[in-house]
Structure formats: structure tokens, C-alpha cells
């Protein structure tokens, strides 16, 4: 199946008990109006800025899109020429949550984060990068998914632990995150370059 040749919707939907959105995202079969789209749900919850008692379906923006053709072509060396995908393989959907994350969640400000800055080699940063996070408790491996000229904002693969605990979690993988572009370093750094990439 084609996930980026048919239009991609997200789905919001009130989660029982909860003042919580759940997003799952839908994909048309095709021009036929009797067939349902595909869902997927997928592990990401925001808090609305207004309740709501039905599903709401929205359209990927085009920010959406492109982030998620910057992760194609980053993550998984896909082409323009390879559009196929299997919406049902695990990384693509991990990608998914990549961009419904930085669509529906609000960067949290890493300020009190970041590391202290040191001369190294840098290389030319772009948004669907696997890169390093240069933290007070050392590197972590993170994506970016949106750049301006003094901050990067991104996604964490792992958790920021405390210095000396296994189990006390200074940020949890999958927060979103605001820093400055100096704490943004090649993927080599991390401590795990082999993080897990999107599960």
C-alpha cells in the first residue's frame, strides 16, 4: 500500500474517563465510497484545547507530510522513486508516531538540559536527522523535527536518566524537546547509537 500517495488523516478521539485525546491515524482504501479506512492506533495522547464528544478526523498538513518524507528518506534511505510502503511495517508506523508527536505535543523548553558547550566536530543538521543530544547527563540519542536558525526541536529515543539510577527518568523517550542547536551533535555520540530507533 501507498502511504504517501493517498491522503493520510489523523483521528482525535476523547479517551473514556480522561480529559485526554487519543491519536490514531487513517488511511483511505481508495476512491470507493462503501470501503472504511484503515486505523492505526498509535501511542501518542494530548490534552485538547476543547472537549468534544466525537471523533475528530483531520487532514495531514503539509508540514506533517514533509516531516514524515524527511524521515523516509533519513531513517529508512527511502527514495522519491520508492513510494510503495507498508503502512503495516513496524518503523513506518514508528515514524507515524514521530510526526503525531511533534504535531500534537508542545516542546518542552530543554534549557535547564542542555550541556555545556565544547569544541568538537559538527556536521550540517537537517530535520529527519538522527543526531546526539549533548545534556548535563550526557548524550542521548534524539531526531529532529523542526529547525530554526537557534533552536532544535526534537524527539528522544531513550530516556534521560538521573546520574547514578537505573530508574529515577529525567525525561522519558518520546518527549518532545527545545534546545539550542549547540547541544545538537552527530548520532556518534550517544551512548547508544544503536538506540531503540522508534519502538
Not at 488511511?27 to 494530548?46: H, L, N, Q, T
Not at 516531516?67 to 514508528?94: T, Y
Request: with cysteine; aromatic share 8%; hydrophobic share 45%.
Amino acid at each position: 500500500m501507498s502511504a504517501v500517495l493517498q491522503p493520510l488523516f489523523w483521528r482525535l478521539a476523547n479517551e473514556q474517563n480522561s480529559d485526554l485525546d487519543v491519536v490514531s491515524v487513517l488511511m483511505p482504501r481508495g476512491k470507493e465510497v462503501d470501503k472504511v479506512a484503515i486505523e492505526y492506533a498509535i501511542d501518542v495522547s494530548f490534552k485538547p484545547p476543547t472537549h468534544h464528544q466525537n471523533p475528530i478526523d483531520l487532514r495531514w498538513s503539509e508540514e506533517d507530510s514533509e516531516l514524515f518524507m524527511s524521515l523516509l528518506k533519513k531513517v529508512m534511505n527511502v527514495s522519491d522513486k520508492d513510494l510503495e510502503l507498508d503502512i503495516e511495517d513496524g518503523m513506518v508506523q514508528g515514524l507515524i508516531h514521530l510526526v503525531a508527536t511533534a504535531r500534537f505535543h508542545t516542546p518542552w523548553p530543554g534549557d535547564e538540559l542542555e550541556g555545556e558547550d565544547f569544541i568538537t566536530y559538527r556536521k550540517e543538521i537537517e530535520v529527519g536527522d538522527l543526531i546526539s543530544l549533548n545534556t548535563k547527563y550526557g548524550f542521548y540519542s534524539a531526531v529532529i523535527v523542526a529547525l530554526d536558525s537557534i533552536d532544535a526541536t526534537v524527539v528522544l529515543l531513550d530516556d534521560i536518566l538521573a546520574p547514578d539510577s537505573v530508574d529515577k527518568v529525567i525525561m522519558p523517550s518520546h518527549s518532545l524537546l527545545m534546545l539550542n542547536r549547540v547541544c545538537v551533535l552527530p548520532a556518534e555520540f550517544a551512548e547508544d547509537v544503536d538506540a531503540p530507533m522508534l519502538h
